[in-house]
């Protein structure tokens, strides 16, 4: 079992700054892409941002130019750094990584899972 604990949400003003981390453990053999996720109220879930153990990212148009995604391979955490904060950022960010089980490497049957943390509440205040 793989469990992602995040941590850094809470309240900030329209234009403040807030730092999402998220660090896996458990079972890990290979952690794979690392991201982030939000759900606002009666919305789905969108993608925020994601990046590659090998460091490339992707961002959702809304935050290509305010959130800046990093990872720490060796302490198997994954970032996010944000900055400009509007109102309509206010949803739940959900931790996500993608990760092959280390009993699956060692029967030679790598199968890749999806985890999710339990999710952190970030609000923006006009």
């Known amino acids: 079992q793989v469990q992602l604990v995040e941590s850094g949400g809470g309240l900030v003003q329209t234009g403040g700054s807030l730092r999402l981390s998220c660090v896996a453990s458990?079972?890990?053999?290979?952690?794979?892409?690392m991201g982030w996720y939000r759900q606002a109220p009666g919305k789905q879930r969108e993608l925020v941002a994601r990046?590659?153990?090998?460091?490339?990212?992707t961002y959702a148009a809304f935050g290509k130019d305010r959130f800046t995604v990093s990872r720490d391979n060796v302490k198997k955490m994954v970032s996010l750094e944000m900055g400009s904060l509007k109102p309509e950022d206010t949803a739940v960010y959900f931790c996500?990584?993608?990760?092959?089980?280390?009993?699956?490497?060692?029967?030679?049957?790598?199968?890749?899972?999806?985890?999710w943390g339990q999710g952190t509440q970030v609000t923006v205040s006009s």
């Open positions: 996500n990584a993608v990760v092959i089980d280390i009993g699956s490497i060692l029967a030679d049957k790598p199968r890749p899972i999806e985890y």
């Open positions: 458990g079972r890990i053999g290979s952690l794979q892409d």
């Open positions: 990046i590659t153990s090998g460091g490339r990212t």
